[in-house]
């Protein structure tokens, strides 16, 4: 006995409006007229200039001649005399510019005209000295522990001078002083230091050298200054290297008594022992260097030699994923080698919000930000050996949960449809059901969808799980009792009207017993059509029902108005 009902939208649903709103401001501007100076016309016409600065052979030369009184514009000539050979007066400007090309005594009188051709004229002399240059070629050598002192030449430019260090930096314990040009002090370490030094003079003229300084080491008295010896592995390369101190370069060694474990061997020229330890043990014997100066000093030394040990790996395989926010710990596993060993990552970076513990190789922190990193973890063991291993960690937006909460009863011999809905995680979802049993005749997709016909009465409880993409996956589960009661020849026919809202690709249907509250979608794909029949109600119920509007990303409208049919 089927009913028919009738429902109809808002027109809100999915519809929005904004509005733009312009704003113009017009600002109104007002001109301002400008007024030009007059020219000084009082006074009598003169040249204020009194000395002009001396000049410098290859220096670039600017000196402006001044005036005073009379009627601007003002025109400049040589009355009499010469400027220096590269060097011109401005007839307009009053400049004198160039770059003067010898050097000597110069003597000029210049001439000023202004507007009403009233004249003016005034004499200097001026030199043009040498260009600026160090001669200074080379400098001193030095040793450590002994006074040191050296004055830098200067020639051409006009003194006073200072000095500078333009690059590079003088031997630690000396100094550099900025009127005499004298480096002084004592050397406090060997080495050969390179810097340019700079000179200015009175005329802002400058000049650079390029210097080095070598000081040499004092000689100490020569000494093995290795102390102990790494240990070995039967069959892993090892390789160390004596060093001494002191004494006269360059240095000899061989061992005075005792031996080297099997399979090891001096280098006399670079005190390198190495090879391949064929044996273990513990070998004590005497090592000898031998200066340029044939002196020489004998240490006693030891090499302990471990048995093989298994090949060093990283045993962790894969790591558990994590969640944005969620506190992480996860320990990497490493064997053979020899402990202790130390972590590192070599490429690649941890998720954002995560640290290696180098010691521990305890990787911990809150992630900060989703998605899969890929980086390789180092483990070195106290033998230096090394193994790496490609690991990735998923790190979650938010926990994989179960978002439904309860599934809509069902009716013996009526056709039955609800959908499992899961949030978090990463997508797409496997769905199964991890115990108990769905009531007989439905079954549970792994998309989530519970379909089919019951054909017995009662309550069923079973307990969803849904699993996630990420690696290593994620699960979550959510207990639920699906009701079947003993079928009805009722059915509820649901029709309605197009939405008004643009972009509409489908309706959802909502139902509950409980007026305005608890809507249940019973639908589980989206209803494209106008109509939906409700083939799961039960005697002597009454129904609620809502409708909402969806559009092809999923957004879902608000709730349409309520309707009810009460089931006899």
Known sequence: ???????????????????????????????CAGLAGAPNTGGSLAISTAALPDGVVGAPYSETLQASGGTAPYSWDVMSGSLPAGVTLDPSSGTISGTPTATGTSSVTVEVTDAASHKAHRGWGWSVGSR?????????????????????????GQSPYSWSMSSGSLPAGLSLNASSGVISGTPTASAT??????????GNNAASQALDIAIAAATPTLTVSTSTLAGGTVGTAYSTTLQATGGTTPYSWSTSSGSLPAGLSLNTSSGAITGTPTTSGTSTFTVKVTDASNNTATKSLSIAVAAATPTLTVSTSTLAGGTVGTAYSTTLQATGGTTPYSWSVSSGSLPAGLSLNTSSGAITGTPTTSGTSTFTVKV????????????????????????????????TNTAYSAFLYAGGGTTPYTWTVSSGSLPTGLSMTTGGDITGTPTAAGAFTFTAKVTDSSSPANTATASFTLTVTQGTAYSVSLTWVTSPSSGVAGYNVYRTTVSGSDYVRINSTVVTSLSYVDGTVQDGTTYYYVITAVDASGNESAYSPQCSMAIP
């Open 1 to 31: 006995m089927p009913v028919r009902l009738r429902t109809f939208f808002s027109t809100d649903g999915l519809t929005y409006s904004f509005f733009i709103i312009l704003l113009a401001l017009t600002v109104g501007l007002n001109g």
């Open 132 to 156: 600026l240059s160090i001669t200074t070629s080379a400098l001193p050598s030095g040793t450590v522990g002994a006074a040191y002192s050296a004055t830098l030449q200067v020639s051409g």
């Open 193 to 202: 230091s390179l810097f340019t030094v700079k000179v200015t003079d009175s």
């Open 380 to 411: 070195t063991d106290a033998a230096n050996n090394t193994a790496t291993k490609s690991l990735s960690i998923a790190v979650a937006d938010v926990p994989l949960t179960i978002t439904t909460t309860s599934l809509p009863n069902g009716s």
